[in-house]
C-alpha cells in the first residue's frame, strides 16, 4: 500500500568526527521517503527553492518516488548546518537558513489523499492537522514533532494528536510532552492526548514502543562507527511506516516488527553521511540486519 | 554452587523525589549478596565498625548468608550520603566517610577460597588482585570498578583484570577505560585487558553483553517509579552471578540469561527504599518478572 510524507528537504552541511559534508540532500521527508521506498511505492510533498537541481531530483526518481507533490518555488532550498562530537548523540545546530520552507503550506493533490498510509514529518502542527484532514480514509497516520512545537504551540499540537494514530518522538520530546521524567508514565500521559501508539526513539539506546496494554524496547543496533547521526530519526520513521504499508498488518506483533524494521534501517543510516548508506542497500542486507537484531536481543525463556 | 562476595557494607542516607532514608543498611557487598541469596548459598566478606548492630547482621541472617567474613574492627562503619533528582539517572554524592573501609583488607578463610563463583566489588585493584590470587580454583570470577581506579591506579587494575573472566562495569567507565567514545570499540579493548567478558550497565537504557563473538542487549524494565535507584549495578551483579552460580552452566545463551536475571533483580530494587523490595521478594515473582522481560523484547524472526 502506498505511504504519504509530508516534511521537509533541506541541503544539510554536516561536521562529524569523520569528516564534513557540503549542502547534501537532507530532511525529514527526504531520510523518510528514501528509506520507505525500500519497501513501499512512497509519494512525497515538501518544498523546495531555484536552487534545486536536477541531480537532487535524480536522487528521489533513483528510488521511484514520486514527486508530484514536490513544489518548486522561488528563493533558496532549507539549509541546515551542523555538527556532532563526543558520543554524537546530539547535534549542535551552528546555523538554520528556512528560506521557502519559512512559508511552506503544503498542497495536498488528490493522489496524496488516497494514500492509506501516511507520516506528518516534524512541522508546524498547524500544517500537521491541515494535511490530516484533507486525508479521505487514511488507515494509519503518525507524526513527529519537536520541542519547539511542544513549548510554543502546544494547543495546536494536541489538536493534531487528538487526530493521528502514532507519534514518533524522541526521548527528551516524550518526558517534555507528557511532564514527567519518567518515561512510562510521561508516555501514559501522551497517549491521552490521542496517539494510540507512542513510539520513543532513544538514539543509541534504541527504541521503545508503548501500545494498548504493552511495552517493548529494541537496543540501537552496536556498531564500530557512526559517521553521521543525522536523519537517523525520520529513517527510523521510514522503516517502521515502511514495514505496516507494506504489510497492511497494525496488530500488536507487527508493530514490534515495524520497529525493528525501524531500527536496521536507521542503523544502516548512520554508517556513511547523509542517504549515501540508504541508497545503495540491497533487500538482502536489510533482511540479514533484521536477523542480526533477532540474535541480539534474543534469550531463552 | 556457592558464590563469594568481597566488597563493602555500608550505611548509607539517601534523598530522593520520593523520600528520604537514614543510615540504612548498603554497600555492594550487601546489595550483591541479598540479591544473590535467591540464587545459591552466598558467602561475603567485608568489614564493618563497632556500630554495625544485631539488628544489621540480622539482615544478612534472615537471608542465610555466610558472614563469617564480615570482619566487625574498631571504629565506624562506611557512610554514605547522597540524593538523586530529575532523571534519577545518577547520584550526587554529598559525603563519603570511609571510616573502617579505609583500612579495609580481605581476609580470605579456607571456607572462601574454595568458592567456585566470586565477586569483587568495586574496591581498590590491588585488594581485589590480593583476593583472586588466594582463590583455589574458581569456575568464574567477575568484578566491578570505578573511574577513581581507572584513573588513580590503571596499572595495578590492569593487572586485576588480566586475572577475571568477566568485567562489570557502567557505560562511561567502560569508554573510560576503553579510551573510546563507541560502545562497541571501547568493548573490544578493555576485553583485551583480560576479561573475555564485558558486562555494561547503562542505567535506565538496561544493559549491553560483549562475549566471544556476539552482543546482547537488554533494556530496562519500565517501571511506573523509580524510588531509590542505589545498588541498582550491584543487585543487578548479584543477579547475574547468582544464576551462573546456580546453574554452572558458562555457555553463551546461559549468559544471557544470566543478564536477564540480573536486570530482573535491578528492577525490583529500585522499586524501593534500600534492601526493601530485595528483602521481601519471591521466587515466583522473580520468574514472573523474567517472563515479562520475555514480552517486553520479544519480536517474530
Redesign the interface.
Known sequence: MSLLVVGSVALDTIRTPYGEAREILGGSATFFSVTASWFVPVKVVAVVGEDFSAEHLQVFASRSIDTSGLEQVPGRTFRWRGEYS???NEARTLETQLNVFDRFTPKIGAAQRECPFVFLGNIDPTLQLHVRQQLTDPQLVACDTMNFWIQGKLEELKKTLAAVDVLVINEGEA?LLGGQ?????AATIVRKLGPRTLVVK?G???V?LFAED??????AY?????QDPTGAGDTFAGGFMGHLARTGDLGA?NL??A??YGSVMASFAVEEFGLTRLLRLTPTEIEARY?EF????????
Open positions: 563526543g558520543s554524537m518526558r521524567q519518567n518515561l512510562k508514565q532513544r543509541e539506546y534504541g521503545t504493552s511495552v517493548f524496547s529494541a537496543p552496536p556498531l564500530d562507527q557512526v506483533s514490534r516488527r520497529v525493528v536477523r533477532k540474535n541480539l536481543t534474543h534469550f531463552d525463556a
